[in-house]
């Protein structure tokens, strides 16, 4: 697969807000799946990419209440075999 982010490839002034901060992960080639084309957030505080899905969720809450509410939903990992 290859990543591709629209911003990198345009000087300073580069201004789509669409694009900002998104990113296109190619597929080109699958032995036995599907190739296309998935787009995915960029997320460069942490140098990472996420689910464009996952990044919608959150629009609007900022880090200390989706940590809170990421562990207030924790499960119990005592339970069960591992």
């Known amino acids: 697969g290859f990543i591709y982010r629209d911003e990198v490839y ?7 807000p669409e694009e900002i901060g998104k ?4 597929i ?8 296309g084309n998935i787009k995915l ?4 505080q942490y140098s990472r990419f ?6 919608d969720r959150f629009q609007g809450v900022n880090d200390e ?4 509410s990421y562990i ?11």
């Open 41 to 44: 957030a960029f997320v460069g």
């Open 65 to 68: 209440q989706m940590d809170a």
């Open 10 to 16: 345009h000087d300073d002034a580069y201004t789509n």
């Open 23 to 26: 990113a296109d992960l190619r």
């Open 28 to 35: 080109a080639k699958h032995r036995n799946g599907a190739t």
């Open 50 to 55: 996420e689910d464009l899905a996952f990044e």
């Open 72 to 82: 207030n939903n924790m499960t119990n990992f005592d339970q069960g075999d591992f």
